[in-house]
Nanobody
Framework: QVQLVETGGGLVQAGGSLRLSCAASGRTSSIYAIGWLRQVPGKEREFVATITWTDSDTSYAESVKGRFTISRDSAKDTVYLQMNHLKPEDTAVYLC????????????WGQGTQVTVSS
């Protein structure tokens, strides 16, 4: 079992920056990739970015490319999401999740952290 804890959300003005952290614990050897997703009430959960646990290969949603950067600190078993040039439409609850293989769904989820971008 993998446990994930997100931190770093908050309120920021449009154009500002935030860095989210996702700390993993438990059976981290079972992790293939960590993803960041976001949820707005009444809308479907949206993929934001992902990074593979071993090789740190990354992938981004088109809506955040060039503004967000996902990275990993292997010594701390922590994945970061650096968010720059934030827009009001980035407002959401951000969740990190772990999946055990390339073709598996996300199986472990954090509790989420609120990001609010004011205009």
């Amino acid at each position: 079992q993998v446990q994930l804890v997100e931190t770093g959300g908050g309120l920021v003005q449009a154009g500002g920056s935030l860095r989210l952290s996702c700390a993993a614990s438990g059976r981290t050897s079972s992790i293939y990739a960590i993803g960041w997703l976001r949820q707005v009430p009444g809308k479907e959960r949206e993929f934001v970015a992902t990074i593979t646990w071993t090789d740190s290969d990354t992938s981004y949603a088109e809506s955040v490319k060039g503004r967000f950067t996902i990275s990993r600190d292997s010594a701390k078993d922590t994945v970061y999401l650096q968010m720059n040039h934030l827009k009001p439409e980035d407002t959401a609850v951000y969740l990190c999740a772990a999946r055990p293989g390339a073709y598996y769904n996300y199986r472990s989820w954090g509790q989420g952290t609120q990001v609010t971008v004011s205009s």
